[in-house]
């Protein structure tokens, strides 16, 4: 079965990635790690909680907020009665789902009985069912859920930032929906749903462990071959303009200190190595910008302005990207100012070129010490090739980035027309 | 594996193949109200600046020649006892252009920022114990965010008010609050003389070249023997449940309950008191999930687990108010349906494999690795993951029902919207 494996060797990194296709059209990757002892599956996707308006046969339907997270909830349901969760706890794998703005993906990680497992992921992702009763159900389980979302401030600060940014992205929408939008979800809703997106040319799975990959080759050729179909088209908005939507959005709960988020609004990276390289340059850009190393964090710090906690990164969506620095702070407007001013000025003077080598140094050591877990590896690997580009590039890609590209994005993305600031006030 | 590097320093090397690797400093102090906020603040102090990077700007820039090590301050409570200390992160040379000795480099910096901190030798910075303080006072006061956790923080606290385990592993507000350049300066010297120090080491570095490494890095470390005793009591009894309420507004209470089980780590039975955790609350096979989530619908979520340092069994849901009576029953009459043996050999199994398959998984994960025998280490105990899977695997079912049946309930604490008028 090899021989159906292209297999990439990624010599600095001491990785391979071995990548093929099923018969039924599923994209496989494995990331062998010889003497890991748990191994990691993850089927991912192409189908998040942004897809709620798509055109299954030609025709625009619109799905209630919820929909895509609802759908991974009662996927676990078996047409026996059972729940795969526990079958999957039975031979001693941890297994869980999660749903994001474009994704969805479910895993496991087992030390044991690795095949057996697999075959019970792709077993269950495949075979939808879902009856009256038992979405009634878990419109009570699902209405727990977003109450205690309700409840935690970090979730809350984030929700309302994305609502500042957006005046028409379906993300200003919760991932989880509110309770009135999954209570209009029916169960024959569900199935459409799993009909347009839950097939294997818009998904992957990805394996990474101690595990042959002609025994994943195996597992996952059993499937049989499906006729090609084009995907929906998906409606993300169409969102105007560059600009966030609101300048700051405030919110009063039961905190200590204020909790903020800021978001800048970003043109979203073309499909392909320009998504990765996005992700790397964001993250330098802003590690130039605020990092521990630059100044602005020292005097943020001492000023007592920020703690710990602060942290920064970007954020990609369905046709759509921000950068983002979260943290608490009793004056987040001021860290705001500071953070703009900083970003002209890295812009009119340019950034430290040997600051820049040594952050380009820790942004390889990072990534380096990342590639340890499988599952986080699993999960890199099916988001960037749903944007047709594999994770293990990022060295090269790295290698490339200058001073300068990261300049130039603080200059075009950190202004004042592109910024949101979220905050949860102490009441 | 374990071995005495110093006077009152034990080294545990522990081999891995990740790129990442992991080397720990910890100053094992007794839990105490009077010390836990110095303590606390004494680590993010030090990680501020030492003689030779006297400020953050500096030190991170040779973290990040380091390709991006890290250097953390740590502050763990593993039973009665606090661990304070640092953390370094780093990839191992081998996996480097040029196959740097990261692990010399990051031990260096270890030792400075533990021995040598910025502000001239005869006293910290103040400004940088001032923020630190600050800080630490708003992180103590930050624990309310997260609703979740802070129940379980708050019951333990109440139910363990007497004993040394009621104080949390920062200390109070006011505590750190009353935290000052000079008291901090006089601890820390207290400290570094007197307390126990464990090194855990996780990487592909032989025992030989760590030692070597660290030697050098601590060859100016006071000590002052003998060294403060550390260790943790554990209780198993407990009189009639005490009820606890609070209020904050959120939408969904949180009940948590606590049970004395009096089997910790040391005991004989420990394997058997994680099985029957493992049994009520671990995973969707498990009696809460079953029986109070999924059966009677009482609760969204409802998870049981076992302090193993302390002995204790906990309980922590999201309930409705309005349930909260039915949810704590319905929690009580499963651990009593758990002592009677009403459990299936494939329940027994899930909970086994589950257990099983996390010991090993551990050997995977430095961090994981590193926490666990320094865990290990505050009991003055060291076995591998391995060990305790295999006594997992010949515990019988009776045994884990009698070792249910020795535990006693003594707190219960609800966190809602409203303040109940009766408890």
Redesign the interface.
């Known amino acids: 079965m090899n021989a159906s494996y292209n297999i990439k060797a990624y010599e600095t990194l001491g990785e391979k990635l071995y990548a093929a296709r099923t018969p039924c059209g599923l994209p496989v990757f494995v990331m062998p790690k010889p003497g890991l002892r748990r191994a990691a599956a993850l089927l991912a996707v192409r189908y998040g909680s942004a897809d709620t308006r798509f055109a299954p046969d030609g025709a625009w339907r619109e799905t209630p907020a919820g929909t895509a997270h609802f759908l991974e909830h009662k996927l676990f349901d078996m047409p026996d009665g059972t729940n795969a969760m526990r079958a999957f706890e039975e031979d001693g794998a941890s297994v869980n789902a999660a749903t994001g703005h474009a994704v969805t993906a479910y895993h496991f990680s087992a030390a044991e009985r690795f095949g057996e497992n697999l075959e019970r992921l792709l077993s269950f992702v495949f075979t939808p069912w879902f009856t009256p009763e038992s979405v009634q159900k878990e419109q009570g389980i699902i209405g727990q859920e977003i109450r205690m979302m309700a409840d935690d401030p970090h979730n809350r600060v984030f929700e309302n930032l994305l609502g500042a940014l957006y005046a028409r992205h379906p993300a200003r929408r919760s991932i989880a929906g509110s309770e009135a939008s999954v209570a209009a979800l029916t169960h024959q809703t569900l199935y459409d749903c799993h009909r347009a997106f839950y097939r294997p040319d818009n998904m992957c799975l990805c394996v990474s462990g101690d595990v042959s990959p002609d025994l994943v080759a195996d597992i996952a050729g059993r499937r049989p071959p499906q006729p090609a179909q084009s995907p929906p088209a998906r409606d993300y908005g169409d969102e105007p303009g560059d600009n966030a939507a609101r300048d700051e959005v405030s919110e009063t709960m039961d905190v200590s200190l204020p909790l903020f988020a800021l978001g800048a609004v970003c043109p979203p990276p073309s499909p392909g190595p320009d998504t990765l390289r996005f992700e790397l340059l964001a993250d330098l850009a802003l590690e130039a910008l605020t990092g521990r190393a630059a100044p602005l964090y020292a005097r943020l710090y001492g000023e007592g302005l920020i703690n710990r906690d602060f942290s920064w990164g970007c954020c990609r969506l369905p046709e759509a990207a921000f950068l983002l620095c979260l943290g608490e702070s009793r004056e987040p407007a001021r860290v705001r100012a500071l953070l703009w001013a900083e970003a002209a000025r890295l812009a009119r003077e340019g950034i430290d070129p040997a600051l820049f080598a040594r952050l380009k140094r820790a942004a390889l050591g990072e990534r380096l010490r990342g590639l340890d877990d499988p599952l986080s590896l699993c999960r890199a690997q099916a988001a960037f090739h749903f944007a047709d580009v594999d994770y293990f590039e990022f060295a090269a890609l790295l290698d490339a980035l200058t001073p300068d590209h990261a300049a130039a994005l603080l200059e075009n993305i950190l202004t004042p027309t592109r910024t949101a600031l979220s905050v949860v006030r102490p009441g | 594996m374990s071995t005495p590097l110093l006077p009152g320093v034990n080294l545990t090397c522990l081999p891995s193949?990740?790129?990442?690797s992991r080397l720990s400093l910890s100053l094992l102090r007794p839990l105490s109200r009077g010390e836990a906020s110095l303590s606390a603040a004494l680590p993010?102090v030090l990680c501020r600046g030492t003689a030779s990077r006297p400020?953050?700007?500096a030190l991170?820039?040779r973290?990040?020649?380091?390709?991006?090590?890290q250097l953390e301050p740590a502050v763990r409570k593993k039973g009665e006892v606090q661990c304070v200390g640092l953390l370094a992160?780093?990839?191992d040379g081998a996996?480097?252009?040029g196959g740097p000795d990261q692990l010399a480099a990051a031990a260096a910096l270890l030792g400075e920022a533990l021995l040598a901190p910025a502000g001239g030798g005869d006293g910290f910075v103040p400004?940088y114990v001032v923020?630190e303080r600050?800080?630490l006072a708003?992180?103590i006061?930050?624990?309310?965010?997260?609703?979740r956790a802070y129940a379980e923080q708050r019951l333990l606290a109440l139910m363990c008010a007497g004993e040394a385990y009621g104080t949390d592993r920062l200390g109070n507000e006011t505590s750190a609050r009353a935290v000052t350049p000079d008291a901090l300066w006089a601890h820390y010297r207290h400290v570094l003389a007197s307390s126990r120090i464990e090194a855990v080491y996780v990487g592909p570095r032989g025992p030989e070249a760590v030692t070597a490494r660290l030697r050098e890095a601590l060859s100016g470390l006071p000590r002052t023997a003998p060294f403060d005793d550390v260790g943790t009591a554990v209780r198993s009894s407990a009189g009639a449940i005490r009820r606890f309420a609070e209020s904050?507004?959120?939408?969904?209470g949180k009940l948590v309950l606590g049970m004395r089980l009096g089997v910790s780590t040391p005991h004989q039975d420990y394997p058997a008191a994680l099985l029957a955790a493992e049994l009520f609350g671990g995973?969707?096979?498990s009696k809460l999930f079953s029986h109070v989530r999924e059966r009677l619908?009482l609760?969204?979520?409802a998870s049981a687990w076992l302090e193993g340092h302390k002995g204790l069994l906990l309980v922590s849901s999201?309930v409705?108010e309005g349930n909260r009576r039915d949810a704590e029953a319905e929690i009580l009459a499963q651990w009593d349906a758990l002592g009677q043996g009403d459990f299936t050999e494939?329940e027994l199994?899930?909970a086994?494999?589950?257990l099983?398959?996390?010991l090993?998984?551990t050997?995977?994960?430095?961090h994981r690795l590193e926490d666990y025998y320094l865990g290990l280490s505050a009991a003055g105990l060291s076995f591998p993951p391995d060990e305790l899977a295999e006594r997992l695997g010949s515990v019988a079912p009776e045994r884990v029902a009698e070792t249910a049946r020795g535990g006693v309930w003594d707190g219960v604490y609800f966190l809602g919207g409203e303040r109940e008028a009766t408890l």
């Open positions: 193949n990740a790129k990442r993010h400020d953050m700007t991170s820039a973290l990040d020649e380091l390709y991006g090590a992160d780093f990839v996996f480097l252009p400004a923020t600050d800080n708003d992180r006061a930050a624990a309310k965010n997260d609703p904050m507004a959120v939408s969904q995973g969707a096979s619908r609760c969204y979520y999201g409705d494939t199994t899930a086994r494999l589950s099983t398959d996390m090993r998984a050997a995977d994960r430095p």
